[in-house]
């Protein structure tokens, strides 16, 4: 019995010793990922690091405004006080910071330069933007996908046959998924688990050693000559005999200022907006400016409450609420040109900021700006356009004009602290 016992013990041993071996002999899982069937083998590796994300915490904010519905010609109902609310957002007294890092990693035929820090070639590639409970550096751990910029959260992008510097790269998004990191001294091991929006698998591992990169990014956005145009409270249009048969007045037609004047600004794609633009982007939109034609001049308004001039039976509406105020006489071109230096930091007020629109009564200047987003910036009145019209035919035979009015436009610089937009694939 006893002997029995040993050698079951003995060929128990020789098998875990030749599993064993096998296992060491075989190593570990190839670096490379899986897409629709086809493996794609990874070579080498690359972390970027790009300047930290910064996060202000937002909170609710509602805006009410009265008007006088409108009366029916037939019914002679209307003609009522009513109230519309628009429900959007404001900055909060939270801040949080996390690190910003593209992890990116290359198949055959791409090659990292060292000494230059370019990638050339052309193959395949994957890239994770890693928000990091640390700034300086990859936390080890599991990172989940996420937009939110949150710490141990990822948003990614692959291509199948990246070629740097090349504009018509197909990119493949990433919209759901986790990656799992291990460091062990100078060696890496990451794993990936994604989805695309279409439902197919992305998947793979890698492991050997990463290079290190800074990606050169300002801490501050500056842009110039950013021209945006004072909303008007209606767009009067008047069709017209053309000027040589007499300029004879035919009819008017007054509608609200929803095509006209580009009077909304985004700070996320530096553009100004007419008003009536897609959901997507008046979710951006977070600098807003008013013609007050009474005394002619512009006003600097909080994109929340833009949508009470576009008539109330408007349903467009723009949820950051943004504060204003005017900077003191001693802020100076030189503080201006200093910022990136200094940094810039002041107490929101939520004032009425005026800037004259004539001749005799504008003059240049500085505005203090927080939106809803917490971004805190600078901007630098420089100029003016006035009010104008531009008429043209109304039709072919050019025998009736339109005449419509041209918004006046303030012409300006703005420079505030922005969080690094990298590319989605480096």
């Known amino acids: 019995m006893k002997k029995s016992i040993f050698l079951m013990a003995a060929v128990i041993g020789v098998c875990l ?17 899986q897409f629709l069937g086809q493996n794609y083998d990874l070579t080498s590796g690359v972390i970027w690091k790009s300047n930290r994300n910064v996060l202000i915490s937002t909170v609710p904010y509602r805006y009410e405004y009265n008007y006088i519905t409108e009366v029916d010609e037939e019914t002679g109902q209307g003609g009522e006080e009513a109230t519309n609310t628009v429900e959007g957002f404001k900055a909060g007294s939270d801040m949080t910071v996390t690190g910003n890092f593209m992890l990116s ?25 890693l928000s990091t409970s640390d700034i300086d550096k990859i936390v080890p751990g ?35 998924g986790e990656v ?4 062990n001294t100078d060696s890496w091991y990451i794993k990936f688990d994604c989805t695309l929006a279409n439902g197919s698998k992305l998947t793979g591992q890698y492991e050997s050693t990463l290079y290190t990169s800074k990606a050169e990014q300002p801490a501050y956005a500056t842009y110039e000559d950013v021209t945006i145009a004072g909303l008007l409270d209606s767009v009067t249009m008047t069709l017209s005999h053309a000027p040589e048969l007499g300029g004879m007045i035919l009819g008017n037609i007054e ?3 929803t095509e006209n004047g580009k009077a909304f600004y985004s700070t996320t794609t530096n553009e100004s907006y007419i008003a009536n633009i897609a959901e997507e982007l008046r979710n951006k939109i977070d600098i807003g400016l008013i013609w007050n034609k009474n005394d002619e001049s512009f006003v600097f308004e909080s994109p929340i409450k833009m949508s009470s001039y576009l008539w109330y039976n408007i349903t467009l509406t723009y949820p950051c609420h943004t504060t204003y105020a005017k900077a003191p006489a001693t802020f100076t071109d030189e503080d201006f040109a200093k910022l990136e230096d200094t940094g810039f930091s002041y107490e929101s007020k939520d004032e009425k900021v005026v800037f004259g629109g004539t001749e005799a009564t504008f003059s240049p200047g500085y505005v203090f700006f927080e939106t809803g987003n917490g971004i805190q910036g600078v901007i630098r009145i420089k100029r003016f356009t006035p009010m104008d019209k531009i008429s043209m ?3 072919e035979t050019g025998v009736v004009y339109i005449t419509t009015p041209v918004n006046p436009t303030l012409v300006m610089d703005i420079k505030y602290p922005t969080n690094a937009v990298n590319p989605p694939i480096r």
């Open 180 to 183: 799992l990191i291990e460091q």
């Open 105 to 129: 990693l290359y198949g055959t035929g791409l090659t990292f330069d060292n000494n230059t820090k370019t990638v050339s070639g052309q193959g395949a590639c994957i890239s994770f933007h």
């Open 255 to 257: 509608i609200a200022d």
């Open 17 to 33: 010793c030749f599993n064993a071996c096998s296992d060491k002999e075989n190593g570990p899982d190839p670096s490379r990922f």
């Open 142 to 176: 599991k990172y989940v996908f996420g937009k939110a910029k949150s710490a141990n959260t990822f948003m990614a992008w692959s291509c199948i046959s990246y070629k740097p510097g090349a504009g018509n790269n197909t990119l493949l998004e990433i919209t759901s």
């Open 393 to 395: 035919p109304f039709e």
